[in-house]
């Protein structure tokens, strides 16, 4: 099992993070809790991490216990969270499985201190929309990713680690006025893609240059 | 020759636009004038269009003589304006031609006032990515619009409208975040797609649900 490490995207994901000395961070969607911990070593005070797999939860809890770091079992479609009450809100790769995003971001907003930070990841817009997503070769041999229903937004359909696992789609435009109506500010957006050093490292991040898997977003509440 | 009236993105770029009644407004490549006109119907105050083009800025002015427009030949890419003059600022698919965005920008900001605002539609970078841009019918009969080089960004050359003609491919990360460091809020961000009625009107336009051509971005001058 790899670690944040084992993630190309992580490095660039980092960097958009604040600093968390002495910061109250929730993470949604911790999985393993791999980036709680590492939370943890760059001097959080306090880790929330909320996951609605109780299995995920249990091997993070299993990977050792710090009194600055409680797993929770939440749904993020239904979420509650206290209010005013967390520096930095995080999620990397789960917010394109909630439908109801528009009450997830307004109960993130009210958790955050003013001044308070949300950077998140999800899978791009490009790499969601396909009906069929996959690279095509043509007669040519130039190797494409073919686009249909950019913007018919809504669930696709996928069997990726389970049977029946639903995506939400949105376009880029969608994800950001949903923040911007919640009363965000944007502060970066990030189609990821690798850089030369990375892919003279890893020679198969190469087609991340041709269509971006990885949507990355950084976000203030400003009062 | 068609006016506003026959480009079906224009309602929805119409919606973005602020009350002109008593503005002070600049519209940035307003080729044969069209948008310029239609703001002083609306009750700008003043209206300046800029254009590279002195041949369409003849065909402006030959339209018809108003006090309250005043059109010049001008480049984007070195475009200077005088600072806090104008209330809103106006593109419409001209910044993809631009390959000092930044600079522009940083103009644009400067000439708006505080709580000024600018609206403007560019190419989508899903249109403006591909090598051989176009629609592909695969053997399913499933039409499909293949993506590569979208985190390519720069030069793309087409043959449209005069041969050479280069087009400046960003990604909406890369654009939005240009405007970010200009000193912009992003205030909404639309990839355009036709509603259900427009669509029964004129079926030729379902392939931009498939994949949008237009970006269309609101932003504002806070301080």
Chains 1, 2 share one sequence.
Not at 5 to 12: C, H, K, N, Q, R
Not at 62 to 68: K, L, S, W
Not at 172 to 187: E, P, Q, R, S
Request: hydrophobic letters at 45%; aromatic letters at 10%.
């Amino acid at each position: 099992m790899r670690g944040l490490d084992g993630a190309p995207e992580w490095p660039s994901l980092r960097a958009l993070l604040p600093d968390l000395a002495g910061k109250r961070v929730v993470d949604l969607g911790c999985g393993f809790g791999w980036f709680c911990r590492w939370a943890r070593t760059q001097g959080a005070a306090h880790v929330l991490g909320l996951d609605v797999s109780a299995k995920m939860l249990g091997r993070a809890r299993a990977m050792g216990a710090d009194p600055g770091i409680e797993y929770e079992r939440a749904d993020l479609e239904t979420l509650a969270l206290p209010p005013a009450t967390f520096d930095v809100a995080y999620s990397s790769l789960a917010f394109h499985y909630v439908e109801n995003f528009a009450a997830l971001l307004a109960t993130v907003h009210r958790a955050l201190v003013p001044g308070g930070k949300l950077v998140f990841s999800v899978e791009h817009p490009i790499y969601t929309a396909p009906a069929h997503p996959g690279w095509v070769v043509d007669a040519e041999g130039r190797r494409t990713w073919p686009i249909d229903g950019y913007r018919v937004e809504g669930p696709r359909r996928t069997d990726w680690l389970a049977k029946g696992v639903v995506k939400q789609h949105r376009s880029i435009g969608t994800t950001l006025n949903l923040l911007i109506g919640a009363g965000f500010t944007i502060a970066y957006v990030d189609e990821w893609a690798p850089s030369e050093a990375m892919i003279q490292a890893r020679p198969e991040l190469a087609e991340e240059r041709e269509r971006p898997m990885f949507l990355f977003v950084t976000v203030g509440r400003s009062a």
